[in-house]
C-alpha cells in the first residue's frame, strides 16, 4: 500500500524552529516530486514547497522563504522540511504530499506556533 | 486572497447537480491541468479530479471536471448527503513556480 506518514510536529515558541519529516513506502519515492502543504485551522489548503526528484530543483511559497528548507533523502525514502524563526502564522497542520497530481497525501502533522 | 479563485459556499438539494467554478490567470489554469480535492473535517484531502477531467479510480462518475480557458469547474450530479465537504480546485502556477490552491468551497447538502 502506497503511504506517506509525517512526523515531528509539535509546539514551539515564535522564533523556534522544528523539524518534520514525512516517510514514504509502497511506492519508488525517487521516482516522485514531493511537495510539502499546510492547513492553518480553520483555513483552506497552502502550498509550502517542491522538491524535484533529485532535489536540485526547489521551490518556496514567498512567506518561507529564507526560514523554511525542503530536503529529500532518497535512500531512505524520506521529505523533510526544517522550519526556522517560526511565527504564529505558520500555525498549521502540515501534509507531505506527492507530485504530479498531489494524488498522495499524508495525514499531516500538527505545528503550533505559540508562547 | 487567493491567485485562483473559489465561491467560499455551495449548497443543493439531494438529487441535484451542483457546479463549484475555479478562476484563474494565463499563468495557472490556462497553460496548465486542473486538479480537484475533497477534504472533510479533520482529514487529509483526497484527489477527485486530475488533468482537469480525468478521475482515479474509485471516485464515482458523479464527479465531473471541466476546464475552458483560465476558469475550470467541478460539476456533482445526483448529489449525497455523503457529498458535504470542502472542496479545493489547485493547478500549477508558471509565474509563481509552485501549486495555487483555491481557497475552498465548502458544499451543504440540504
Known amino acids: 500500500e502506497e503511504q506517506l506518514v509525517e512526523s515531528g510536529g509539535g509546539l514551539v515558541q515564535p522564533g523556534g524552529s522544528l523539524r518534520l519529516s514525512c516517510a514514504a513506502s509502497?511506492?519508488?519515492?525517487?521516482?516522485?516530486?514531493m511537495n510539502w502543504v499546510r492547513q492553518a485551522p480553520g483555513k483552506g489548503l497552502e502550498w509550502v514547497s517542491y522538491?524535484?526528484?533529485?532535489?536540485?530543483?526547489?521551490y518556496y511559497t514567498d512567506s518561507v522563504k529564507g526560514r523554511f528548507t525542503i530536503s529529500r533523502d532518497n535512500a531512505k525514502n524520506s521529505l523533510y522540511l526544517q522550519m526556522n524563526s517560526l511565527t504564529d502564522d505558520d500555525t498549521a497542520t502540515y501534509y507531505c504530499?506527492?507530485?504530479?497530481?498531489?494524488?498522495?497525501w499524508g495525514q499531516g502533522t500538527r505545528v503550533t506556533v505559540s508562547s | 486572497q487567493s491567485v485562483v479563485t473559489q465561491p467560499p459556499s455551495a449548497s443543493g438539494t439531494p438529487g441535484q447537480r451542483v457546479t463549484i467554478s475555479c478562476s484563474g490567470s494565463?499563468?495557472?489554469?490556462?497553460?496548465?491541468?486542473v486538479y480537484w480535492y475533497q477534504q472533510f473535517p479533520g482529514t487529509a484531502p483526497k484527489l477527485l479530479i486530475y488533468?482537469?477531467?480525468q478521475r482515479p479510480s474509485g471516485v464515482p462518475d458523479r464527479f465531473s471536471g471541466s476546464k475552458s480557458g483560465t476558469s475550470a469547474s467541478l460539476a456533482i450530479s445526483g448529489l449525497r448527503s455523503e457529498d458535504e465537504a470542502d472542496y479545493y480546485c489547485?493547478?500549477?502556477?508558471?509565474?509563481?513556480?509552485?501549486?495555487?490552491f483555491g481557497g475552498g468551497t465548502k458544499l451543504t447538502v440540504l
Open positions: 504530499t506527492r507530485d504530479p497530481r498531489l494524488d498522495l
Open positions: 509502497g511506492f519508488t519515492f525517487s521516482s516522485f516530486t
Open positions: 522538491i524535484s526528484h533529485s532535489g536540485r530543483d526547489i
Open positions: 494565463s499563468s495557472n489554469i490556462e497553460n496548465n491541468f
Open positions: 488533468r482537469n477531467n
Open positions: 489547485a493547478v500549477w502556477d508558471d509565474s509563481l513556480s509552485g501549486w495555487v
